[in-house]
Protein backbone atom coordinates (compact mmCIF):
# COMPACT_ATOMS: atom_id res chain seq x y z
CA UNK A 1 0.00 0.00 0.00
CA UNK A 2 3.09 2.36 0.54
CA UNK A 3 4.72 1.75 -2.94
CA UNK A 4 1.26 2.47 -4.41
CA UNK A 5 0.97 5.66 -2.47
CA UNK A 6 4.11 6.60 -3.02
CA UNK A 7 4.00 6.36 -7.49
CA UNK A 8 0.58 8.44 -7.24
CA UNK A 9 1.96 10.94 -5.07
CA UNK A 10 2.38 14.50 -7.24
CA UNK A 11 6.15 14.09 -6.87
CA UNK A 12 5.68 11.33 -9.86
CA UNK A 13 4.70 14.35 -12.31
CA UNK A 14 9.13 14.83 -12.27
CA UNK A 15 9.82 11.11 -12.65
CA UNK A 16 9.70 9.53 -15.74
CA UNK A 17 7.70 6.55 -14.65
CA UNK A 18 4.44 5.87 -11.97
CA UNK A 19 1.52 7.52 -11.70
CA UNK A 20 1.06 10.89 -11.34
CA UNK A 21 -3.06 12.51 -10.09
CA UNK A 22 -5.25 12.88 -12.81
CA UNK A 23 -6.45 15.57 -11.63
CA UNK A 24 -2.87 16.84 -12.53
CA UNK A 25 -1.99 15.10 -15.35
CA UNK A 26 -4.28 16.19 -17.32
CA UNK A 27 -4.09 19.88 -17.83
CA UNK A 28 -0.25 19.65 -17.78
CA UNK A 29 -0.80 17.15 -20.90
CA UNK A 30 -3.36 20.09 -22.11
CA UNK A 31 -1.22 22.34 -21.98
CA UNK A 32 0.78 20.49 -24.52
CA UNK A 33 -1.89 20.05 -26.83
CA UNK A 34 -3.07 23.36 -27.53
CA UNK A 35 0.84 24.38 -27.91
CA UNK A 36 1.46 21.37 -30.38
CA UNK A 37 -2.19 21.47 -32.34
CA UNK A 38 -1.89 25.33 -33.69
CA UNK A 39 1.47 24.30 -35.23
CA UNK A 40 0.78 21.19 -36.33
CA UNK A 41 -2.47 22.82 -38.32
CA UNK A 42 -0.46 25.87 -39.38
CA UNK A 43 1.67 24.25 -42.11
CA UNK A 44 -1.23 21.64 -42.90
CA UNK A 45 -3.33 24.48 -44.07
CA UNK A 46 -0.35 26.26 -45.39
CA UNK A 47 0.41 23.51 -47.59
CA UNK A 48 -2.98 22.63 -48.60
CA UNK A 49 -3.70 26.21 -49.59
CA UNK A 50 -0.46 26.22 -51.42
CA UNK A 51 -1.37 23.30 -53.06
CA UNK A 52 -5.02 24.12 -54.18
CA UNK A 53 -6.18 21.39 -52.51
CA UNK A 54 -10.15 20.70 -52.46
CA UNK A 55 -11.92 21.35 -49.12
CA UNK A 56 -12.44 17.41 -48.50
CA UNK A 57 -8.35 17.08 -49.11
CA UNK A 58 -8.21 20.14 -46.78
CA UNK A 59 -9.44 18.10 -43.71
CA UNK A 60 -8.12 15.41 -44.65
CA UNK A 61 -4.50 16.69 -44.62
CA UNK A 62 -5.13 18.24 -40.87
CA UNK A 63 -6.82 14.92 -39.73
CA UNK A 64 -3.58 13.07 -41.38
CA UNK A 65 -1.23 15.52 -39.54
CA UNK A 66 -3.02 15.61 -36.17
CA UNK A 67 -2.91 11.70 -36.38
CA UNK A 68 0.95 11.57 -37.11
CA UNK A 69 1.97 14.22 -34.24
CA UNK A 70 -0.49 11.49 -31.67
CA UNK A 71 1.69 8.49 -33.32
CA UNK A 72 4.96 10.32 -33.26
CA UNK A 73 4.49 11.35 -29.37
CA UNK A 74 4.04 7.31 -28.73
CA UNK A 75 6.61 5.95 -30.35
CA UNK A 76 8.86 8.60 -28.55
CA UNK A 77 7.34 7.65 -25.46
CA UNK A 78 7.11 3.84 -25.00
CA UNK A 79 10.06 2.53 -27.76
CA UNK A 80 8.32 -0.50 -29.28
CA UNK A 81 11.44 -2.46 -29.82
CA UNK A 82 15.09 -1.79 -27.70
CA UNK A 83 16.23 1.26 -29.97
CA UNK A 84 13.63 2.42 -31.75
CA UNK A 85 11.95 5.78 -29.94
CA UNK A 86 14.08 7.70 -27.17
CA UNK A 87 11.62 6.40 -24.36
CA UNK A 88 11.28 10.42 -23.57
CA UNK A 89 8.86 12.93 -23.27
CA UNK A 90 9.58 14.46 -26.49
CA UNK A 91 6.66 15.94 -27.82
CA UNK A 92 6.66 16.09 -31.99
CA UNK A 93 4.38 17.53 -34.56
CA UNK A 94 4.63 18.46 -38.02
CA UNK A 95 7.45 20.40 -39.30
CA UNK A 96 6.99 23.90 -40.40
CA UNK A 97 10.24 24.27 -42.36
CA UNK A 98 10.13 21.06 -44.82
CA UNK A 99 7.12 20.99 -46.39
CA UNK A 100 6.17 24.53 -46.86
CA UNK A 101 10.17 25.09 -48.11
CA UNK A 102 9.42 21.68 -50.54
CA UNK A 103 5.91 22.40 -51.56
CA UNK A 104 6.55 26.12 -53.28
CA UNK A 105 8.79 24.08 -55.97
CA UNK A 106 6.93 20.19 -55.74
CA UNK A 107 3.61 18.57 -55.95
CA UNK A 108 2.70 17.16 -53.12
CA UNK A 109 3.34 13.38 -54.43
CA UNK A 110 6.57 14.78 -55.42
CA UNK A 111 7.12 15.85 -51.48
CA UNK A 112 5.34 12.26 -50.41
CA UNK A 113 8.06 10.34 -52.42
CA UNK A 114 11.07 12.98 -51.28
CA UNK A 115 9.70 12.11 -47.60
CA UNK A 116 10.45 8.43 -48.25
CA UNK A 117 13.85 9.38 -49.40
CA UNK A 118 14.79 11.38 -46.77
CA UNK A 119 13.18 9.40 -44.21
CA UNK A 120 15.73 6.55 -45.18
CA UNK A 121 18.41 9.18 -45.35
CA UNK A 122 17.32 10.35 -41.67
CA UNK A 123 17.26 6.40 -40.42
CA UNK A 124 21.28 6.19 -42.11
CA UNK A 125 21.76 8.82 -40.06
CA UNK A 126 20.69 7.83 -36.67
CA UNK A 127 22.32 4.39 -37.26
CA UNK A 128 25.56 5.64 -37.58
CA UNK A 129 25.28 8.63 -34.69
CA UNK A 130 27.11 6.62 -32.27
CA UNK A 131 30.66 6.51 -33.86
CA UNK A 132 30.08 10.77 -34.57
CA UNK A 133 28.69 11.44 -31.25
CA UNK A 134 31.75 13.18 -30.81
CA UNK A 135 31.44 15.34 -33.05
CA UNK A 136 27.98 16.86 -31.12
CA UNK A 137 30.01 17.71 -27.64
CA UNK A 138 28.62 19.92 -25.32
CA UNK A 139 29.68 23.38 -26.25
CA UNK A 140 28.16 22.52 -29.94
CA UNK A 141 24.48 20.86 -28.68
CA UNK A 142 24.57 23.86 -26.66
CA UNK A 143 25.06 26.37 -29.23
CA UNK A 144 22.28 24.51 -31.26
CA UNK A 145 20.06 24.88 -28.44
CA UNK A 146 20.89 28.31 -27.92
CA UNK A 147 20.67 29.31 -31.99
CA UNK A 148 16.86 27.31 -31.61
CA UNK A 149 15.44 29.45 -28.86
CA UNK A 150 16.85 32.70 -30.36
CA UNK A 151 15.61 31.70 -34.31
CA UNK A 152 12.05 30.86 -32.59
CA UNK A 153 11.82 35.23 -31.45
CA UNK A 154 10.69 36.28 -34.97
CA UNK A 155 7.75 33.82 -34.69
CA UNK A 156 6.47 34.00 -31.64
CA UNK A 157 7.08 37.90 -32.08
CA UNK A 158 4.71 37.45 -34.98
CA UNK A 159 2.22 35.75 -33.56
CA UNK A 160 1.99 37.97 -30.78
CA UNK A 161 1.15 40.95 -32.98
CA UNK A 162 -1.38 38.68 -34.41
CA UNK A 163 -0.19 36.12 -36.98
CA UNK A 164 -1.25 36.19 -40.87
CA UNK A 165 -4.56 37.91 -40.27
CA UNK A 166 -6.24 41.36 -40.44
CA UNK A 167 -5.22 41.74 -36.95
CA UNK A 168 -1.58 41.87 -37.23
CA UNK A 169 0.14 44.85 -35.32
CA UNK A 170 -3.15 46.32 -34.39
CA UNK A 171 -3.87 47.24 -30.37
CA UNK A 172 -6.35 44.48 -29.61
CA UNK A 173 -3.87 41.55 -30.84
CA UNK A 174 -1.20 43.21 -28.47
CA UNK A 175 -3.50 43.85 -25.44
CA UNK A 176 -4.58 39.96 -25.73
CA UNK A 177 -0.60 39.23 -26.13
CA UNK A 178 0.66 41.33 -23.00
CA UNK A 179 -2.19 39.84 -21.22
CA UNK A 180 -1.55 36.51 -21.61
CA UNK A 181 1.53 36.83 -21.36
CA UNK A 182 1.36 38.34 -17.55
CA UNK A 183 -0.81 35.48 -16.81
CA UNK A 184 2.08 33.30 -17.51
CA UNK A 185 4.56 35.34 -15.82
CA UNK A 186 1.96 35.79 -12.56
CA UNK A 187 1.72 31.90 -12.60
CA UNK A 188 5.19 31.18 -13.17
CA UNK A 189 6.31 33.39 -10.25
CA UNK A 190 3.93 33.61 -7.63
CA UNK A 191 1.47 30.27 -8.15
CA UNK A 192 1.93 27.32 -6.31
CA UNK A 193 1.35 23.76 -7.12
CA UNK A 194 -0.58 23.09 -10.48
CA UNK A 195 -0.92 27.11 -10.98
CA UNK A 196 2.80 27.14 -11.44
CA UNK A 197 3.34 24.30 -13.60
CA UNK A 198 0.59 24.72 -15.47
CA UNK A 199 1.39 28.45 -16.22
CA UNK A 200 1.05 28.50 -20.28
CA UNK A 201 -2.01 26.79 -20.22
CA UNK A 202 -3.58 29.03 -17.70
CA UNK A 203 -2.27 31.84 -20.08
CA UNK A 204 -3.73 30.52 -22.77
CA UNK A 205 -6.99 30.07 -21.40
CA UNK A 206 -7.23 33.46 -20.02
CA UNK A 207 -5.77 35.07 -23.29
CA UNK A 208 -8.56 33.21 -25.24
CA UNK A 209 -11.33 34.38 -22.66
CA UNK A 210 -10.16 38.01 -23.28
CA UNK A 211 -9.78 37.16 -27.00
CA UNK A 212 -13.35 35.88 -27.32
CA UNK A 213 -14.93 38.60 -25.08
CA UNK A 214 -13.27 41.44 -27.44
CA UNK A 215 -14.69 39.82 -30.58
CA UNK A 216 -18.11 39.60 -28.82
CA UNK A 217 -18.17 43.02 -28.42
CA UNK A 218 -16.99 44.12 -31.55
CA UNK A 219 -13.61 45.15 -30.93
CA UNK A 220 -12.08 42.86 -33.36
CA UNK A 221 -12.66 39.87 -35.19
CA UNK A 222 -9.76 37.65 -33.71
CA UNK A 223 -11.52 34.16 -32.93
CA UNK A 224 -13.61 32.75 -35.55
CA UNK A 225 -16.11 29.98 -35.11
CA UNK A 226 -17.46 29.15 -38.53
CA UNK A 227 -14.78 26.13 -38.35
CA UNK A 228 -16.53 24.10 -35.73
CA UNK A 229 -19.79 24.22 -37.54
CA UNK A 230 -17.87 22.68 -40.82
CA UNK A 231 -16.16 19.98 -39.50
CA UNK A 232 -17.23 16.72 -39.12
CA UNK A 233 -17.51 13.88 -36.66
CA UNK A 234 -15.07 11.02 -37.67
CA UNK A 235 -13.19 10.05 -40.33
CA UNK A 236 -10.18 7.76 -40.90
CA UNK A 237 -7.37 8.60 -43.64
CA UNK A 238 -7.10 6.64 -46.62
CA UNK A 239 -3.82 5.12 -47.61
CA UNK A 240 -2.16 6.95 -50.89
CA UNK A 241 -4.89 9.07 -50.80
CA UNK A 242 -2.50 12.12 -52.15
CA UNK A 243 -0.14 9.94 -54.11
CA UNK A 244 3.11 9.30 -54.52
CA UNK A 245 5.72 10.18 -57.17
CA UNK A 246 9.37 10.62 -56.93
CA UNK A 247 11.40 13.46 -58.31
CA UNK A 248 15.15 13.44 -58.04
CA UNK A 249 15.99 17.22 -57.42
CA UNK A 250 12.82 16.90 -54.58
CA UNK A 251 14.57 13.30 -52.77
CA UNK A 252 17.95 14.69 -53.03
CA UNK A 253 16.70 17.90 -51.31
CA UNK A 254 14.58 16.19 -48.79
CA UNK A 255 17.59 13.92 -47.92
CA UNK A 256 19.38 17.21 -46.90
CA UNK A 257 16.87 18.37 -44.93
CA UNK A 258 16.30 15.14 -42.76
CA UNK A 259 19.60 15.23 -41.81
CA UNK A 260 19.35 18.65 -40.76
CA UNK A 261 16.50 17.85 -39.30
CA UNK A 262 17.94 15.60 -37.25
CA UNK A 263 20.57 18.06 -35.77
CA UNK A 264 17.62 19.73 -34.73
CA UNK A 265 16.32 16.98 -32.65
CA UNK A 266 19.53 16.43 -31.38
CA UNK A 267 19.69 20.19 -29.85
CA UNK A 268 15.65 19.62 -28.53
CA UNK A 269 16.78 16.03 -26.68
CA UNK A 270 19.84 17.83 -25.24
CA UNK A 271 18.00 20.84 -24.28
CA UNK A 272 15.05 18.31 -22.87
CA UNK A 273 17.19 16.17 -20.83
CA UNK A 274 19.11 19.30 -19.32
CA UNK A 275 16.23 21.25 -18.13
CA UNK A 276 13.94 18.11 -17.26
CA UNK A 277 16.62 15.29 -16.24
CA UNK A 278 19.57 17.53 -15.09
CA UNK A 279 22.20 15.49 -17.51
CA UNK A 280 22.92 15.10 -20.94
CA UNK A 281 21.07 12.54 -23.78
CA UNK A 282 22.35 8.91 -24.35
CA UNK A 283 23.52 7.78 -27.38
CA UNK A 284 20.73 4.89 -27.56
CA UNK A 285 18.38 7.68 -26.87
CA UNK A 286 19.31 10.08 -29.36
CA UNK A 287 19.65 7.19 -31.86
CA UNK A 288 16.69 5.93 -30.75
CA UNK A 289 14.98 9.36 -30.95
CA UNK A 290 16.02 9.92 -34.80
CA UNK A 291 15.00 6.24 -35.82
CA UNK A 292 11.88 6.69 -35.11
CA UNK A 293 11.47 10.01 -36.44
CA UNK A 294 12.44 8.83 -39.77
CA UNK A 295 11.05 5.83 -39.94
CA UNK A 296 7.33 7.41 -38.87
CA UNK A 297 7.62 9.99 -41.42
CA UNK A 298 8.58 6.91 -44.54
CA UNK A 299 5.50 5.08 -43.33
CA UNK A 300 3.76 8.53 -42.72
CA UNK A 301 3.96 9.41 -46.59
CA UNK A 302 1.78 7.20 -47.40
CA UNK A 303 -0.84 8.32 -45.70
CA UNK A 304 -0.17 11.91 -47.16
CA UNK A 305 1.58 12.99 -43.11
CA UNK A 306 3.79 15.42 -43.57
CA UNK A 307 7.43 14.91 -42.08
CA UNK A 308 7.89 15.52 -38.23
CA UNK A 309 10.21 17.46 -36.05
CA UNK A 310 10.67 17.63 -32.36
CA UNK A 311 8.53 20.80 -31.13
CA UNK A 312 10.97 23.16 -29.37
CA UNK A 313 7.93 24.84 -27.83
CA UNK A 314 7.06 22.39 -25.70
CA UNK A 315 10.63 21.23 -24.68
CA UNK A 316 10.71 24.52 -23.21
CA UNK A 317 7.84 24.03 -21.57
CA UNK A 318 9.55 20.79 -20.03
CA UNK A 319 12.12 23.32 -18.62
CA UNK A 320 10.17 25.55 -17.36
CA UNK A 321 7.91 22.98 -15.03
CA UNK A 322 10.45 20.19 -14.58
CA UNK A 323 7.62 17.52 -15.67
CA UNK A 324 8.51 14.66 -17.24
CA UNK A 325 6.23 12.37 -16.50
CA UNK A 326 4.75 10.00 -19.35
CA UNK A 327 1.62 9.94 -18.54
CA UNK A 328 0.85 13.23 -18.87
CA UNK A 329 2.87 13.23 -22.40
CA UNK A 330 0.58 10.10 -23.27
CA UNK A 331 -2.21 12.24 -22.14
CA UNK A 332 -1.87 14.97 -24.80
CA UNK A 333 -0.56 12.31 -27.42
CA UNK A 334 -4.17 10.39 -27.18
CA UNK A 335 -6.02 13.94 -26.75
CA UNK A 336 -4.29 14.53 -30.16
CA UNK A 337 -5.34 11.31 -31.49
CA UNK A 338 -8.80 11.83 -31.02
CA UNK A 339 -9.09 15.35 -32.59
CA UNK A 340 -7.29 13.57 -35.86
CA UNK A 341 -10.35 10.57 -35.57
CA UNK A 342 -12.95 13.47 -34.22
CA UNK A 343 -12.52 16.49 -36.66
CA UNK A 344 -14.62 18.46 -34.63
CA UNK A 345 -12.73 18.70 -31.51
CA UNK A 346 -9.39 19.59 -33.53
CA UNK A 347 -11.69 22.61 -34.99
CA UNK A 348 -12.09 24.33 -31.83
CA UNK A 349 -8.53 24.18 -30.68
CA UNK A 350 -8.26 25.65 -33.81
CA UNK A 351 -9.63 28.89 -32.86
CA UNK A 352 -7.31 29.97 -30.31
CA UNK A 353 -5.36 33.17 -31.79
CA UNK A 354 -2.06 33.23 -32.90
CA UNK A 355 -1.90 36.36 -30.36
CA UNK A 356 -2.87 34.59 -27.04
CA UNK A 357 -0.48 31.75 -28.29
CA UNK A 358 2.40 34.19 -29.14
CA UNK A 359 1.95 35.79 -25.78
CA UNK A 360 2.37 32.01 -23.92
CA UNK A 361 5.36 30.58 -25.93
CA UNK A 362 7.27 33.61 -25.68
CA UNK A 363 8.80 33.27 -22.22
CA UNK A 364 9.02 29.20 -23.17
CA UNK A 365 11.77 30.23 -26.08
CA UNK A 366 13.44 32.10 -23.40
CA UNK A 367 14.12 29.72 -21.29
CA UNK A 368 15.35 27.77 -24.45
CA UNK A 369 17.99 29.95 -25.11
CA UNK A 370 18.66 30.49 -21.45
CA UNK A 371 19.64 26.54 -21.44
CA UNK A 372 21.82 26.66 -24.54
CA UNK A 373 23.48 29.24 -22.27
CA UNK A 374 23.42 26.98 -19.47
CA UNK A 375 25.06 24.59 -21.15
CA UNK A 376 27.91 26.20 -23.22
CA UNK A 377 28.70 27.75 -19.58
CA UNK A 378 28.29 24.92 -17.34
CA UNK A 379 31.41 24.84 -16.31
CA UNK A 380 32.34 28.24 -15.27
CA UNK A 381 34.54 29.02 -17.47
CA UNK A 382 33.96 30.60 -20.81
CA UNK A 383 37.11 30.29 -22.71
CA UNK A 384 37.58 32.92 -25.89
CA UNK A 385 37.80 29.29 -27.30
CA UNK A 386 34.31 28.95 -26.56
CA UNK A 387 33.44 32.71 -27.30
CA UNK A 388 34.24 32.04 -31.08
CA UNK A 389 32.95 29.11 -30.97
CA UNK A 390 29.47 30.47 -29.97
CA UNK A 391 29.65 33.49 -30.85
CA UNK A 392 30.49 32.87 -34.40
CA UNK A 393 28.01 30.08 -35.00
CA UNK A 394 25.62 31.76 -33.64
CA UNK A 395 25.82 35.17 -35.23
CA UNK A 396 26.26 33.73 -38.97
CA UNK A 397 24.01 31.04 -38.79
CA UNK A 398 20.99 33.76 -37.42
CA UNK A 399 22.56 36.78 -39.65
CA UNK A 400 21.89 34.32 -42.90
CA UNK A 401 18.09 33.36 -42.11
CA UNK A 402 17.72 37.15 -41.43
CA UNK A 403 18.78 38.24 -44.64
CA UNK A 404 16.62 36.93 -47.72
CA UNK A 405 18.74 36.63 -50.97
CA UNK A 406 21.99 36.75 -49.37
CA UNK A 407 23.17 33.30 -50.93
CA UNK A 408 21.18 33.36 -54.21
CA UNK A 409 24.51 33.09 -56.06
CA UNK A 410 25.70 30.56 -54.63
CA UNK A 411 24.58 26.93 -55.47
CA UNK A 412 20.87 26.15 -54.21
CA UNK A 413 21.64 23.20 -51.67
CA UNK A 414 23.57 26.09 -49.56
CA UNK A 415 20.73 28.15 -49.24
CA UNK A 416 18.32 24.79 -48.77
CA UNK A 417 20.61 24.04 -45.90
CA UNK A 418 21.86 27.53 -44.24
CA UNK A 419 18.63 29.18 -44.82
CA UNK A 420 16.45 27.18 -43.77
CA UNK A 421 16.73 27.08 -40.15
CA UNK A 422 19.03 28.74 -37.73
CA UNK A 423 20.06 25.92 -35.96
CA UNK A 424 20.85 23.52 -38.93
CA UNK A 425 23.63 26.50 -39.55
CA UNK A 426 24.76 26.80 -36.77
CA UNK A 427 25.60 23.24 -36.26
CA UNK A 428 27.41 23.11 -39.21
CA UNK A 429 29.71 25.89 -38.38
CA UNK A 430 30.17 25.06 -34.69
CA UNK A 431 31.04 21.41 -35.76
CA UNK A 432 34.41 22.30 -37.59
CA UNK A 433 35.27 25.13 -35.46
CA UNK A 434 35.48 22.64 -32.26
CA UNK A 435 37.49 19.95 -34.14
CA UNK A 436 39.85 22.95 -35.60
CA UNK A 437 40.57 25.71 -33.18
CA UNK A 438 43.39 25.06 -30.56
CA UNK A 439 42.81 24.31 -27.43
CA UNK A 440 45.06 25.66 -24.21
CA UNK A 441 45.34 24.44 -20.67
CA UNK A 442 42.14 25.86 -19.44
CA UNK A 443 40.06 24.85 -22.58
CA UNK A 444 41.26 20.50 -21.65
CA UNK A 445 40.94 21.00 -17.65
CA UNK A 446 37.17 21.85 -18.85
CA UNK A 447 36.29 19.21 -21.07
CA UNK A 448 37.42 17.03 -18.49
CA UNK A 449 35.86 18.12 -16.08
CA UNK A 450 32.60 18.50 -18.59
CA UNK A 451 33.76 14.28 -19.01
CA UNK A 452 33.57 13.46 -15.43
CA UNK A 453 30.32 15.00 -14.85
CA UNK A 454 28.67 13.29 -17.44
CA UNK A 455 30.15 9.97 -16.82
CA UNK A 456 28.80 10.49 -13.02
CA UNK A 457 25.27 11.68 -14.84
CA UNK A 458 25.56 8.60 -16.59
CA UNK A 459 25.97 5.92 -13.91
CA UNK A 460 23.43 7.77 -11.62
CA UNK A 461 20.72 7.05 -14.86
CA UNK A 462 22.13 3.30 -14.61
CA UNK A 463 21.89 2.96 -11.15
CA UNK A 464 18.02 4.45 -11.45
CA UNK A 465 17.42 2.22 -14.47
CA UNK A 466 18.76 -1.23 -12.44
CA UNK A 467 16.88 0.02 -9.65
CA UNK A 468 14.01 0.62 -11.61
CA UNK A 469 14.12 -3.08 -12.66
Known amino acids: MQQHTRQTSPSTLFQLNGIPPMDKAIPLGFQHVVVAIVSTVSPALLVANTANMAADQKIMLVQVSLLMTAVAILLQLFPIVRGFGSGLPLVMGI ?23 GGIAGALF ?77 GLIAGYI ?12 LVNFSAIGEAGWFSLPRPMQFGVSFNTTACISMAILFVANSLQTIGDMSS ?33 GMPTCSYSECVGIVTVTKV ?124 QEQREREEKQMEALKRKEVSAK
Open 324 to 447: VNRVVFAIAAFALLLCGLVPKFASVLTTVPECVLGGAVISVFAVITMTGVRMVTGSGRFTNRKATIVGLSVAVSIGITQVDGCMSGLPEVFDTVFGSFAPVGAALIAIPLNLLLPKNQEDLDDE
Open 210 to 221: LAVILTEIGVAP
Open 126 to 202: AVFLKPIRKLFPTIVTGTVVMTIGMSMYPIAMRNMAGGYTDNFGTAPAWIVTLFTLLVVVICDNWGKGIIRLGAVLW
Open 95 to 117: SFILPTLMIERFTFAEMMGAQII
Open 272 to 304: LTVGGFDRMPTDRELSGGILAQSVGAIVGALFG
